[in-house]
């Protein structure tokens, strides 16, 4: 069993995705009910499907001095970056400690693969790549964190983590040991996803795509609706804020069941789920919300239903929110995080979007409608593909 760990403040966080672009837009997407998700138009031949895609991507542009990192991510990433004022607020942090002494953290499963797409769609008569698209910064998985070091001049410690949907819960967890091991005095963390080809029609081979907008938890699902997201927080030793939401403890495992489809009895989720709340000094009992990683795949939800019926009392809340934003794969845990500090920032809990009748393997504990409830400690689940497993456990800052 992890001992606990010393919790870190989490002093600025952001997110963007299909439901809203910065905090309070997303907030109020949740409040009164409103999806995200449209009827997919993405590319030559759309899949039919509905998907949660971010408004203003394709008509954006970098500006000049970062255009030689142009692809539809980084443009993500950019826009991301400047909602809720986080990049100020970044820049302030990275003027307190010095760019070294600054982590950069980011998670991501696609990168830049939509711009080596184009690449590919636009190669030239002897078929190499066109000079505008033999960067090879651009064309790796490395590429988002790359950019965002350069735009913010980071000069500390820089990771890329793909571990497919867990990668931007894990970042929590990768920051949390380079500020305790002393080799960052602040660390910048997040996830950038984007929606491409890859994605859509790698998904739709493997079955996993609805034709409707996604179900988490209904008796009759279908399958997921894939989104797109950017979401970043700043983490910084409590002292800096003590009334700042706190990161209090995270679980890792990899349960290597099989390649796409979740351990069945979900033994990887709970050991990450048991040793979140060890490392945050928790019992069950004390978790007023969590938000569960619910793509509402039949496997998925079944398995994680049932992990939470046999774990939680029925005091406690969960719900998935990927009915307003989609599944934002790589980004989807920065952006679920944002919603779990949310719901402790704003006293309210939201439901389950668009799930009718709840699937019965499920518990009291997951809710279609919203609450209104003050949150002290929230969790938040993120699952890969592999078996790759995230949870990360949260708290209110103290007046």
Partial sequence: MPSRIPPLAITAFTATCAAGRGLDALAQAMLV?????????FGATPLPCWIGRVAGIDTAALPARWKHWESRNNRLAWIGLHEDGFAEKAGAAIERYGAARVALVLGTSTSSIGETERAYRELEADGRLSPAQRGSHVH???SLSAFVQSVLAIGGPCLTIATACSSSAKVFACAERLLRTGLADAAIIGGVDSLCGSVLY??????????????PFDADRSGLSLGEAAGFALLENIHVDNAAPRLTGYGESSDAHHMSAPHPQ???????????????????????????????S?????????????????????????????????????????????AIERGF?????????????????????????????????????????????????RA
């Fill in 202 to 215: 790698g998904f739709n081979s493997l079955e996993l795509v609805s034709p409707q907008p996604c179900r």
């Fill in 140 to 142: 790796q998985t490395h």
């Fill in 298 to 342: 039949r496997q998925n939800d079944e398995v994680e239903a049932a992990l939470i019926a046999r774990i939680f009392p029925a005091t406690t809340l969960a719900s998935s929110t990927k009915g307003w934003s989609g599944h934002c794969l790589g980004a989807a845990g920065i952006v679920e995080a944002v919603v779990a500090l949310l």
């Fill in 33 to 41: 009910r409103k999806s995200g998700l449209v009827k997919n138009a």
């Fill in 349 to 397: 809990v939201p439901g389950t979007l668009n799930a009718q009748t709840l699937d019965p393997a499920c518990g009291p504990q997951i809710v279609i409608d919203n609450r209104e409830r003050g949150i002290g400690i929230a969790l938040s689940n993120s699952f890969g593909f592999g078996g790759n497993n995230s949870c990360l456990a949260f708290a209110a800052g």
């Fill in 266 to 296: 979900g033994l990887g989720a709970q050991l990450a789920l048991v040793d979140a709340l060890a490392r945050a000094g928790l019992d069950a009992a004390d978790v007023d919300y969590i938000n569960l990683h619910g793509t509402a």
